[in-house]
């Protein structure tokens, strides 16, 4: 015979389907010999057919010790098909929310509470005098738009609706505890998550006049809120296409032979990269830390220390500095996009696919890598280094340069072109 589960007050929990009707909750008592005394008699209501009972025991409305004793006694009890009371109208979101937040208990870190109450007041926010039962159409409103502003889903803002969808599914768990309202915290599961789109779409290497515009940008607004300069950090991702992670991770040492990373991602990602001093001296390891074993408090301190604080600021710089604007057209980039530059200017050099793959830090393919020893001597270093350092001089050339201008000026302009079509 299988263990009867106890629940956490001690009480037995009742785990059987009689006669198509499954009933899981606890039974009313911690006797066995009660315990068995209740089973004998929901079995002989599942033979006789008095599935009504059955039902409102499995709907919570009387316990199964209850039913065992009023059957036993004589006493009859009232069917599941009496009218039923009144239901009490929903209460308003607002109203709810409010008495959540509270008393929030010690579940909940400060942060995490500060995210909830602005997430939750966003939902509010989309119609102030809706109930708790709208808070699936509420949420459906954010992600598909009303017709007249856009949806998160149009947008983009997967991340956010996603905290927005968490947040809701923690108001509806609260909701279906506290107001007894069934099957919420579904309905607003059921509202599907924003997918994601083509990340690399956006993504795109830099030009060698971008990468140092870049530069010189970040170094104005850095000395503007008075931290130190970020140029160096810059021109080191785009010449050795680290990892962010093995960037402020520390793993890396500037070498005679080369620049030697130790990255951690696979085995091939020990690797060496050729030293190329150009432009910008490489940054002082020692004002960079890694993601992890820092507090929160820490990492928002100066942009170069981590790598969330630099993204934090570079986003924000791509946002609010007229230089950026004004090099890039207002074109998103991301941080791993330095990582790419490396790559398109090695391939733009001339430098071999297996030699970038190798200085990459990439897995050869799954079946070559059986065969493929890929093995990078001090004369291969020299050689893709200067490679590398030629056309970068190359692309520093003043003709040049006035030839990317020319292009990023022909390429805003039909990009105004295009917005203005499209709003007549």
Same mark, same amino acid.
Request: net charge positive; proline share 6%.
């Given at each position: ?19 198509? !009707? ?17 089973v004998?008699t ?13 039902r ?10 209850? !039913? ?5 006694a ?41 995210d909830?109450r ?23 409103e ?5 017709? &007249?502003?856009? *949806?998160l ?19 509806a ?9 069934? *099957? ?34 970040l ?5 503007r ?11 080191t ?20 032979d080369g ?13 060496? !990269? ?18 992890e ?5 820490a ?8 790598y ?5 600021f570079?986003?924000?710089?791509q ?8 090099s ?30 190798y ?19 001090p ?5 893709? *280094? ?8 190359r ?10 201008? &020319?292009?990023?000026?022909k ?14």
């Open positions: 015979m299988a263990e009867i589960r106890r629940n956490g007050r001690g009480t037995l929990v009742i785990e059987k389907s009689f006669g198509g !009707v499954k009933i899981r909750r606890a039974s009313g008592t911690n006797d066995p010999q009660v315990f068995a005394d209740v004998r929901l079995d002989s209501l599942a033979r006789t057919g008095q599935r009504d009972y059955l409102a025991v499995a709907a919570k409305r009387w316990t199964p010790l209850e !039913v065992h004793q009023r059957l036993a004589g006493l009859s009890l009232p069917l599941v098909s009496d009218p039923p009371r009144p239901l009490a109208p929903a209460p308003r979101l607002a109203t709810v929310v409010d008495q959540m937040l509270a008393a929030p208990g010690d579940k909940y870190t400060p942060r995490y509470l500060r909830l602005s997430h939750l007041a966003r939902l509010v926010n989309v119609r102030p005098d809706a109930t708790a039962t709208d808070l699936p159409e509420l949420l459906l954010l992600r598909n738009g009303d017709g &007249e502003t856009k *949806g889903a149009e947008r983009g803002a997967r991340d956010t609706f996603r905290t927005l969808r968490q947040s809701a599914i923690t108001l768990k609260w909701l279906e505890k506290r107001h007894r309202l069934a *099957g919420l915290v579904e309905q607003v599961r059921a509202v599907e998550q924003v997918a994601q789109g083509n990340k690399w779409r956006e993504h795109r290497p830099y030009s060698v006049f971008e990468a140092l515009a870049v530069a010189e940008a170094d104005g607004e850095a000395a809120f008075g931290y130190g300069p970020l140029g160096d950090l810059v021109w991702l785009c010449i050795t296409g680290m990892r962010p992670s093995e960037f402020w991770g520390g793993v890396w040492t500037v070498e005679a620049i030697h990373i130790d990255g951690t991602k696979s085995d091939a990602a020990r690797r060496r !990269v050729p030293n190329i001093q150009s432009h910008y001296a490489y940054p002082a390891q020692k004002k960079y830390s890694s993601r074993g820092r507090p929160r408090h990492r928002e301190e100066c942009p170069s220390r981590s969330d604080a630099f993204t934090k570079f986003y924000r710089v946002r609010q500095s007229n230089a950026y604007a004004q890039f057209g207002g074109v998103p980039r991301t941080v791993y996009d330095f990582r790419r530059t490396f790559a398109h200017w090695m391939e733009e050099a001339g430098i071999t696919a297996t030699h970038r793959r200085y990459l830090g990439h897995e050869p393919p799954a079946l070559h890598g059986h065969y493929e020893r890929v093995q990078i001597l004369r291969d270093l020299v050689s893709d *280094g200067d490679l590398l350092r030629r056309y970068i001089e692309r520093r050339d003043p003709a040049t340069i006035e030839a990317e201008l &020319e292009a990023q000026r390429r805003r302009t039909t990009l105004t072109d295009l917005r203005k079509r499209k709003k007549r």
